[in-house]
């Protein structure tokens, strides 16, 4: 039986964060489909409640029109569970704990390598 | 052509770059990424970040120049430009950023500025060695190596 491959939410507004973002999951054989915005990104998994939801939300912080923390808000407000973990550039204590308290399950500053992406499959349960 | 030594001051002008401290191991890991479906991807990635860094240097350029002070644009665009050296490993570009983002932090206008112009020193530097490297490197390779992007 063929495994089914996870599939993986990448919200990021910078192009040079998601060219080696996409790398770095075509690398790992996981399907990812990619949002700008957090406004995109929340009409993307709004898109896919129920069959074919998203086994994994990768999300940066600052981003135009909607920031990492509201789509966060937004995603959990729906009721939708799916792993969510930050990555981003600012790593503060105050910066984790935004996006925590925002209903974020981890946080991973930036860069997304091989290893990290390695560690947060893994951590739940994707790898 | 000796092909050989091209590959040798290829190989010489990167070490140099990482003794340099104008690169980190994060260029090594997109180096990592590149593969036989992305034969070109580590050239393709510097390319989308001189772009980026190029743009956000110029708009950041015309900020510092407006009145009144703006530390918060400043700072967010300092924070973009810092992620997408992280991304790719410039890490002496990324420390001046670093350097600008604690400045901004004081109200230090001149703080500020100073970073700002070394940042686009080590912009400067780092974009024409990387030239020079990848310019060495399609020489190097076999005949009929792809046509240069535009950096």
Known sequence: MDRRRIRVLLVEDEEINRVVARAVLRAAGVEADEAENGAEAVRRVRERVGAGAYDLILTDKQMPVMDGHEATRQIRAMGVTTPIVAVSSDSLPSDVQAFITAGADDFMPKPLTKEKLGCILSKFGLA | ?151
């Open chain 2, 1 to 151: 052509m000796d092909y050989s030594n091209l590959r040798r001051q290829a190989a010489s002008l990167k070490k140099g770059l990482f003794d340099q401290g104008h690169l980190d191991e994060q260029f090594r890991q997109v180096e990592d990424l590149q593969d036989e479906a992305s034969p070109n991807f580590v050239e393709e990635v510097v390319v989308v970040f001189f772009k980026d860094s190029g743009r956000l240097i110029t708009n950041l350029e015309q900020a510092l120049e407006k009145y009144p002070r703006d530390f918060n644009r400043w700072d967010a665009y300092m924070q973009q430009l810092k992620g997408s050296c992280s991304s790719i490993g410039a890490s002496r570009m990324k420390n001046e950023c670093m350097s600008f983002r604690d400045s901004c932090g004081q109200r230090n206008v001149e703080g500020c500025m100073g970073s700002f112009q070394k940042l686009k020193r080590e912009h400067a530097v780092l974009r024409q060695k990387l030239e020079s490297y990848f310019q060495l490197l399609r020489q190097a390779g076999p005949a009929g190596a792809a046509t240069r992007p535009v950096m």
